[in-house]
């Protein structure tokens, strides 16, 4: 089992930064990959970022050049940094790990966290 709590979020203006923080805890070690989603009101869920256990990293074309995902191995954290916010950023952002354990696939998912971006 992995628990992951997020928090970061908040209400800011068009232009400004955030960074979201991604806690896990319990088997961190199945932990493969971790990535960030966000679900704006009416739409369907969608992946913004993720980051695999070798630190290769990948994005959704709407957030490349101004996100990024880290990860802190020794924190077992990852960090979403939102750079040039933009109103269409507003939603519920996820924390998502995916574990493998024995070959055996498991996902987890964060209770979520809200930014809202006004312009």
């Known amino acids: 089992q992995v628990q992951l709590v997020e928090s970061g979020g908040g209400l800011v203006q068009a232009g400004v930064s955030l960074r979201l923080s991604c806690a896990a805890s319990g088997s961190v070690f199945s932990i493969n990959v971790m990535r960030w989603y966000r679900q704006a009101p009416g739409k369907q869920r969608e992946l913004v970022a993720g980051?695999?256990?070798?630190?290769?990293?990948n994005y959704a074309d709407s957030v490349k050049g101004r996100f990024t995902i880290s990860r802190d191995n020794a924190k077992n954290t990852v960090y979403l940094q939102m750079n040039s916010l933009k109103a269409e950023d507003t939603a519920v952002y996820y924390c998502?790990?995916?574990?493998?354990?024995?070959?055996?696939?498991?996902?987890?998912w964060g209770q979520g966290t809200q930014v809202t971006v006004s312009s």
């Open positions: 980051i695999t256990s070798g630190g290769t990293t």
């Open positions: 998502n790990a995916l574990t493998v354990v024995n070959s055996k696939y498991g996902g987890y």
